[in-house]
DNA sequence: AATGCTATCAACCGCGCAGCC
DNA sequence: CGGCTGCGCGGTTGATAGCAT
């Protein structure tokens, strides 16, 4: 047996709405409160989908949204949230008050993707591009990425935090013994090493040079603001059809810093490797980090070796990058 | 003026989850 | 616990407007 449609199709009306019908909704709606979309169409005379009068409420009817357009301050907004956050659109959406999910993915598919494109296209030119690797403490996405929220996830505002410690030790993947942070259970494990000059060499292929990296020394800990930081990620044009995947991947080897990163009330989550335990004085500690960026349509694929052992690092990447 | 192309965005569609029974 | 229903989500389509030739 198939799935039972959402509505009979049959005689129902599609296309455009005509004002003749937004007046009836917003009528109904406003007398009656939203909800019971599948009976709703039957009960204010409207020859539509239930499914379909509801998309209209909240794209277009609701007295709350925001008419004109997507001003430079949103725009700012979707690309970093999109950064963050990826397609989840009702999420940026709920950031940016009277704009719609719709609305938001359709400037995104017309406007900024492009844009980004663009700007891409020119780095690629050169040698490096700006990656946002901002992420921020997400409950993990569902399958699929669809379906309802919980009541509570519905309600409650994305909590952002991100915690970073120094001075620990951090065992190797492969050794198989998992100490204080060790993520074992979850196979999160990524490996940076850092050169004096503060280039980060990155899964053998990769150049990270982290500008204005930094802490702050006494708490250790970073929120959504501080957390966004550039980073410039430079390939070899031999890897040019590897940057949709690139991982940061690689050994550690002396005078190497880890770092662990934290969702908020989630596992924690590894910057490290087989590395000597990390000392404040030997990680520069002093300035903010400033993940500004696009890249949101850059996918880091989990496994992937380019060089070190690779630990499983999909929830890492799809954290810091999805 | 006619035609073709492109950009925009409203609306549709199928899927998957939460919640109810 | 399982089935069903309703809702919310993201991807896609298609109508329309605007611009170029």
Same mark, same amino acid.
């Given at each position: 047996?198939?799935?039972?449609?959402?509505?009979?199709?049959?005689?129902?009306?599609?296309?455009?709405?005509?004002?003749?019908?937004?007046?009836?909704?917003?009528?109904?709606?406003?007398?009656?409160?939203?909800?019971?979309?599948?009976?709703?169409? /039957?009960?204010?005379?409207?020859?539509?989908?239930? /499914?379909?009068?509801?998309?209209?409420?909240?794209?277009?009817?609701?007295?709350?949204?925001?008419?004109?357009?997507?001003?430079?301050?949103?725009?700012?907004?979707?690309?970093?949230?999109?950064?963050?956050?990826?397609?989840?659109?009702?999420?940026?959406?709920?950031?940016?008050?009277?704009?719609?999910?719709?609305?938001?993915?359709?400037?995104?598919?017309?406007?900024?993707?492009?844009?980004?494109?663009?700007?891409?296209?020119?780095?690629?030119?050169?040698?490096?591009?700006?990656?946002?690797?901002?992420?921020?403490?997400?409950?993990?996405?569902?399958?699929?990425?669809?379906?309802?929220?919980?009541?509570?996830?519905?309600?409650?505002?994305?909590?952002?935090?991100?915690?970073?410690?120094?001075?620990?030790?951090?065992?190797?993947?492969?050794?198989?013994?998992?100490?204080?942070?060790?993520?074992?259970?979850?196979?999160?494990?990524?490996?940076?090493?850092?050169?004096?000059?503060?280039?980060?060499?990155?899964?053998?292929?990769?150049?990270?040079?982290?500008?204005?990296?930094?802490?702050?020394?006494?708490?250790?800990?970073?929120?959504?603001?501080?957390?966004?930081?550039?980073?410039?990620?430079?390939?070899?044009?031999?890897?040019?059809?590897?940057?949709?995947?690139?991982?940061?991947?690689?050994?550690?080897?002396?005078?190497?810093?880890?770092?662990?990163?934290?969702?908020?009330?989630?596992?924690?989550?590894?910057?490290?490797?087989?590395?000597?335990?990390?000392?404040?004085?030997?990680?520069?500690?002093?300035?903010?980090?400033?993940?500004?960026?696009?890249?949101?349509?850059?996918?880091?694929?989990?496994?992937?070796?380019?060089?070190?052992?690779?630990?499983?690092?999909?929830?890492?990447?799809?954290?810091?990058?999805?």
């Amino acid at each position: 047996m198939g799935r039972r449609p959402c509505c009979d199709k049959v005689g129902l009306k599609k296309g455009r709405w005509t004002a003749e019908e937004d007046d009836r909704l917003k009528k109904y709606i406003l007398a009656n409160g939203e909800g019971s979309w599948r009976s709703l169409p /039957k009960n204010a005379g409207l020859l539509r989908c239930g /499914k379909s009068c509801r998309l209209r409420w909240i794209n277009y009817l609701r007295a709350d949204l925001k008419r004109g357009n997507i001003t430079s301050e949103e725009e700012d907004v979707i690309i970093k949230l999109h950064a963050s956050l990826g397609n989840r659109w009702s999420l940026i959406a709920s950031h940016l008050p009277g704009r719609t999910d719709n609305e938001i993915k359709n400037y995104w598919n017309s406007h900024l993707s492009r844009q980004i494109q663009t700007i891409r296209r020119r780095n690629d030119d050169g040698d490096s591009v700006i990656v946002d690797v901002a992420r921020i403490s997400l409950p993990p996405r569902r399958k699929g990425g669809r379906g309802r929220r919980r009541k509570e996830e519905a309600e409650g505002e994305v909590e952002v935090e991100v915690e970073v410690e120094v001075g620990r030790e951090i065992p190797s993947p492969a050794s198989g013994v998992c100490g204080r942070g060790c993520v074992d259970d979850l196979r999160e494990e990524e490996t940076i090493n850092k050169w004096p000059e503060g280039r980060h060499d990155v899964g053998g292929s990769e150049t990270l040079n982290y500008s204005n990296d930094v802490l702050e020394e006494d708490e250790m800990s970073l929120d959504l603001d501080e957390l966004l930081t550039n980073v410039e990620v430079e390939w070899d044009e031999d890897y040019e059809d590897e940057i949709h995947k690139f991982n940061t991947t690689g050994t550690c080897g002396s005078n190497t810093d880890n770092v662990s990163v934290a969702p908020a009330g989630a596992a924690e989550m590894e910057l490290g490797g087989d590395c000597s335990p990390i000392s404040s004085s030997s990680f520069s500690l002093n300035s903010p980090w400033n993940w500004e960026s696009f890249a949101g349509d850059i996918e880091w694929d989990a496994g992937e070796n380019f060089g070190g052992a690779v630990a499983e690092s999909e929830a890492v990447i799809s954290w810091l990058l999805s």
